[in-house]
């Protein structure tokens, strides 16, 4: 078995995590171009988390966001910015999404994995 293992000044590690976040009363707002809109926000502030992105995908009510980070990452507080940041640029670019979800864009809860 090989792990790709990333290592630190004083650890080597190998953390992939699977965050599933879902629309505010599974409503399926997700289309594609949503999605990948969705997908360039992450990326857009992943690296200032220490957060590398390897799969973004889902469905018209939730998404999975598969990635890899540092020992030292803030997993709540990524996961919120994520959230907030997604939901306020989505709204931004999609003003008719007022009219299908309200204020809330995601869901209050979300589902983060440990993978590997």
Same mark, same amino acid.
């Given at each position: 078995?090989? =792990?790709? @293992?990333?290592?630190?000044?004083?650890?080597?590690?190998?953390?992939?995590?699977?965050?599933?976040? $879902? &629309?505010?009363? +599974?409503?399926?707002? @997700?289309?594609?171009? +949503? &999605?990948?809109? #969705?997908?360039?926000? #992450?990326?857009?502030?992943? %690296?200032? =988390?220490?957060? *590398?992105?390897?799969?973004?995908?889902? *469905?018209? %009510?939730? #998404?999975?966001?598969?990635?890899? !980070?540092?020992? !030292?990452?803030?997993?709540?507080?990524?996961?919120? &910015?994520?959230?907030?940041? !997604?939901? +306020?640029? $989505? +709204?931004? *670019?999609?003003? *008719?999404?007022? %009219?299908?979800?309200?204020?809330?864009?995601?869901?209050?809860?979300?589902? @983060?994995?440990? !993978?590997?």
């Amino acid at each position: 078995m090989s =792990y790709g @293992l990333n290592s630190g000044s004083h650890s080597v590690y190998s953390l992939h995590y699977h965050l599933i976040l $879902v &629309t505010k009363y +599974r409503r399926g707002v @997700l289309t594609e171009d +949503r &999605t990948n809109f #969705i997908h360039g926000v #992450i990326d857009g502030f992943a %690296d200032n =988390y220490g957060v *590398e992105v390897s799969h973004l995908d889902g *469905e018209d %009510d939730h #998404i999975h966001v598969l990635f890899k !980070t540092k020992p !030292t990452t803030d997993l709540v507080k990524f996961v919120n &910015t994520l959230k907030g940041a !997604t939901a +306020r640029r $989505v +709204r931004n *670019e999609f003003p *008719e999404l007022k %009219d299908e979800q309200g204020d809330s864009f995601w869901n209050d809860s979300y589902c @983060l994995i440990s !993978t590997g």
